[in-house]
């Protein structure tokens, strides 16, 4: 196996987050965490059944789907809406409460801070009586590769 860029998440970092959260690593499981750790950026569910079939990966859509699923209950992947109304998931490599900032030409996907939004809800709340316990927030834009490729 390839070793990963810097800021990637090694498949071993993702399987260890598995068994630390008490879930058994199958091979299948195994299989569906590496596929997710070679991707960049935001995928579906779609991408990687392609990416399965295209490296002979032997995992079932269901597997794939259930590892999603349990990725997603143990923070190593979030599932956002996109601006289309479509769904995707995009690889955490950030722990605990975050944003994510993606491209709407490529994908790529940055992880985020809190940018501020804790004076926002307090504010929010000082207005209106509410008292928030959550908040969800991503944004989207052209990532600086994207802005210099002139669109055809
Ligand atoms: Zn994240
Ligand atoms: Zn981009
Ligand atoms: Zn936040």
Redesign the pocket.
Known sequence: MSTQAGDQLAPDDLARTLDGAGYRMTDARRAVVGLIASRDGTFDTADLVADARRRHVPAARATIFRTLEILAAVGAVERLDLPNGEHSYVRCDTRGHHHHLV??????SVDLEELGMATITTDVERRTGYVIDRHRLELFG?????QIRTPS
């Not at 052209?142 to 994207?146: D, G, K, Q, R, V």
Request: charged content about 20%; some cysteine.
């Open positions: 491209c709407t030409d490529c994908q790529r052209l990532c600086p590769n994207c």
